[in-house]
């Protein structure tokens, strides 16, 4: 298992960023792909953005691609989500989430605690 703590959430105004942080325990983070998810508000938890083990592959859920960016420092055991032109309907609770392999995270095995986004208009 991977025990994941998240951090950066906040408020921000519409067209804004911010950096959302995942810090994951555990020797073998760095053969894990890595992932984000939001959920939200009355809505099911829904896909973000993935990451394989290396950083060389990511993928992005339509509403997102342009804006959002993923990315993992392996030497700190940390997954990272830039977020940027943020808009209203981001607003959401947002999770990493950890799976031995990218083709998989649709079932990642851990989850963090999430960490609230609002974004004000």
């Known amino acids: 298992q991977v025990q994941l703590v998240e951090s950066g959430g906040g408020l921000v105004q519409a067209g804004g960023s911010l950096r959302l942080s995942c810090a994951a325990s555990?020797?073998?983070?760095?053969?894990?792909?890595m992932g984000w998810f939001r959920q939200l508000p009355g809505k099911e938890r829904e896909f973000v953005a993935a990451?394989?083990?290396?950083?060389?592959?990511?993928y992005y859920a339509d509403s997102v691609k342009g804006r959002f960016t993923i990315s993992r420092d392996n030497a700190k055991n940390t997954v990272y989500l830039q977020m940027n032109s943020l808009k209203p309907e981001d607003t959401a609770v947002y999770y990493c989430a950890a799976n031995p392999q990218v083709a998989g995270m649709a079932r990642p095995q851990d989850w963090g605690q999430g960490t609230q986004v609002t974004v004000s208009a």
């Open positions: 555990g020797r073998t983070f760095s053969s894990y792909a």
């Open positions: 990451i394989n083990w290396s950083g060389g592959s990511t």
